[in-house]
């Protein structure tokens, strides 16, 4: 029964962030609404972590079969990726480096409170 669990509610936070993104019209995807409010069910105590951290590391353990139908979307828009290759490559070396920049900062941040 603990599998159906966790299955359940990590389904469910997915459900209710993409209801929410649905009826607010937000810009945002509903999984990732669905990820924070996950994430703040957690850090409230809501949700306890054993109820779906093996169903979460399930998910992790085959994540590349979730990048199957991205890859497939890429070959067949490969035209329009093109026209736009500027555009693209200017976001993915902004964001490699803001996330680049935020990591260090933030594993600094908690090497300071270690010591």
Do not use: C
Request: aromatic share 12%.
């Amino acid at each position: 029964m603990r599998p159906y669990r966790g299955l359940a509610i990590i389904f469910g936070f997915y459900a209710l962030g993409e209801f929410t993104s649905f009826a607010l019209n937000l810009t945002i995807p509903g999984s990732v609404l669905g990820m924070l409010f996950l994430l703040g069910a957690l850090l409230t105590g809501a949700i306890r972590l054993e109820w779906v951290e093996s169903e979460a590391e399930l998910f992790v353990r085959n994540m590349s079969v979730m990048f199957v139908p991205p890859g497939v979307g890429i070959v067949t828009y490969i035209g329009l990726i093109k026209s736009q290759a500027v555009p693209i490559f200017g976001a993915l070396v902004i964001s490699f480096v803001v996330t680049l920049l935020v990591t260090a900062k933030t594993v600094d941040l908690l090497r300071r409170d270690e010591r």
